[in-house]
């Protein structure tokens, strides 16, 4: 139970996405209490319920757009999403939950419609688990759902070498922007190439020792440079790794790393290139 706690969970969510959620949240939770009326909202008669109930759906927007736009500005580490965890996301929600409640009991207190007491709190408190727990519950398995079956499919196979050229022989020739400064690599020697803003550095093997250089270039550049009937290949958008140095994997679908033979790095693999995964575990 405690490991699933430990596994890397995606949180990419887009602006937009972030948007629509927090307004179908507040929709859903002003329909819910026009509907039903539960929590004795049903006694009280009022001309303005209807739009007194329906504050309690935009106060809820209001706090999860805070939470969504604000708080991971504040904690930009923690919600990296490289270091993101099934825990973090249950933390997260529950925090929501806890930030939406505190705001309808500010609200409450301001219209008047619940004593603000300690019961008051705690009932609050209660209203919003009951009436939270069911949209959080449906947004983690959709999301999780729809990552599954994302990533569950694979494309064609690796290109293997069609040519009389093997890949032992193959002398990669990568060429920074200018023109001028270039590296030629045996094939294999290659480990992989890491890309950071402007500059892409390429790490590999001379002489059995783990070397590494710099280019001044995109790394789509440096992909254009290398033959498509290699095992070279990109696997995340700030890296391109030679899946013959490959020794194991770690991680899921949400988030692998491939560990390089003896010790020579990690490499994330992102989550549209997760079918390398299993062409690189039938070669292992």
Partial sequence: MFKILSQPYPHNATPRKSIVLSIATGLFIASFLNYFQPFGSANWHDPSKPWILSGFGLVSTFMMLFNYFVVPRIFSISFASENWTVGKEMLYVAFNLFSIACGNIAYSAITHLVDVQVGGYIAMLTYTLVLGIFPATMIILINYIYHLKKY??????????????????????????????????????????????????????????????????????????????????????????????????????????????????????ARKYAYLVEQIRGSL
């Fill in 152 to 269: 569950a499919l694979a494309p064609t196979n690796i290109v293997t070498p069609t040519t009389t050229q093997t890949e032992e022989e193959l002398l990669l020739s990568l060429v920074a922007e200018n023109e001028k400064d270039k590296i030629a690599i045996p094939a294999p020697h290659l480990l992989y190439i890491e890309s950071s803003d402007n500059y892409c550095t390429v790490h590999f093997l001379e002489n059995e020792t783990l070397c590494k250089t710099i280019l001044r270039s995109s790394l789509t550049r440096l992909e254009g440079q290398i033959p498509e009937n290699t095992n070279i290949l990109r696997c995340h958008r700030s890296f391109i790794v030679n899946l013959s140095q490959v020794e194991k994997i770690s991680g899921n679908a949400q988030g692998y790393r491939l560990h390089l033979l003896n010790q020579n790095g990690q490499v994330p693999v």
